[in-house]
């Protein structure tokens, strides 16, 4: 039996008919099943504990999702994205053996439906706009604009709506 004593957890060997019990510390275990026993047991009463209080598990299911913070997750995952995107295409354009004409006549070749490629455009084109969209926000936020919550969410609502707007323009554009 396992018991807290203040500093350490200790396990407690049964009684015997001459001695009293024996506190060994749980460093001192040197059986290593009883110490994942340990550890388990432990983890298992607190998370029934959090349960049995109501308590969530998560902080994303204490507090509701708010346009600014996803706003500003967006703009860096869109950031981190095209980073690594450019990257890996400056790097597979230096070791593709071809050019870059040679592979959109490729795709082009397909024969696709149009709607495929103008997904895919859009696709591309979204995260550029909107991490421009959020920059200009941001510009406009260090000059000391926009910080009334009403003004927060209506800069927030107008990067969203012409992101997608824009990225739709660029998409339309055709390859020539």
């Known amino acids: 039996m396992l018991m807290y ?3 350490f957890y200790c396990r407690i060997a049964p009684a015997t008919t001459t001695s009293a019990p024996s ?3 749980l460093y001192a275990l040197e059986d290593k099943k009883e110490k994942e026993e340990f550890y388990e047991f432990q983890n298992e009463t607190f998370w029934n504990k959090q349960y049995a ?4 598990r998560s902080p994303f299911w204490i507090y509701d999702p708010q346009l600014t913070a996803i706003l500003s997750i967006t703009h860096r995952a869109t950031g981190a994205i095209m980073m690594c995107s450019i990257a890996t ?9 071809h050019d870059f004409m040679f592979y959109v006549d490729w795709v082009k070749g397909l024969e696709l439906p149009w709607w495929v490629y103008y997904a895919g455009k859009a696709t591309i084109a979204w ?5 421009l969209g959020n920059g200009v926000r941001h510009l406009f936020w ?3 604009y926009g910080f009334e919550m009403r003004n927060l969410y209506r800069s927030g ?3 969203c709506l012409w992101s997608v707007v824009a990225a739709w323009g660029l998409a339309a554009i055709p390859i020539s």
Request: aromatic fraction near 10%; proline fraction near 13%; include cysteine.
């Open 53 to 56: 209080l109501g308590r969530p």
């Open 142 to 144: 260090d000059m000391g």
């Open 127 to 131: 995260p550029l706009m909107y991490h």
């Open 23 to 25: 506190k060994v510390p």
């Open 157 to 159: 609502y107008a990067v």
């Open 5 to 7: 004593t203040g500093c």
């Open 89 to 97: 295409f400056a790097v597979g354009m230096n070791v593709l053996p």
